[in-house]
Nanobody, 125 residues
């Protein structure tokens, strides 16, 4: 497993922007798939965006056009740029990694990931 630490959450008005960061304890590209998930109380954790080692991305339909996932391999950091935020984007956001280096399709599926950060709260109101 890999240790992940998120930062960048906070409170913002509708239409505003936030950028979340996630630093990893080892070389970020050692994890073939990494992603961002979010969860609100009483609901399942849902996938927001994922990225593979080559930079191929996948997004949940609800955030397409507004969120951008990216990574900086030199800094071992994963990012989630969130623009035009809506109240329904309010949630705890989690960084996730699948520590396997094997090439495969990266999915927005919680059980595919075996390492998680502690979460960072995003509130839009």
């Amino acid at each position: 497993h890999v240790q992940l630490v998120e930062s960048g959450g906070g409170s913002v008005q509708p239409g505003g922007s936030l950028t979340l960061s996630c630093t990893t304890s080892r070389y970020i590209d050692a994890n073939y798939c990494m992603g961002w998930f979010r969860q609100v109380p009483g609901k399942e954790r849902e996938g927001v965006a994922v990225i593979n080692r080559r930079g191929t991305t996948r997004y949940a339909d609800s955030v397409k056009g507004g969120f951008t996932i990216s990574k900086d391999s030199a800094k071992n950091t994963l990012y989630l740029q969130m623009d035009d935020l809506k109240p329904e984007d309010t949630a705890m956001y989690y960084c996730a990694a699948d520590s396997s280096p094997l090439a495969r399709r990266c999915r927005l599926v919680r059980d595919d990931y075996n390492s998680w950060g502690q979460g960072t709260q995003v509130t839009v109101s």
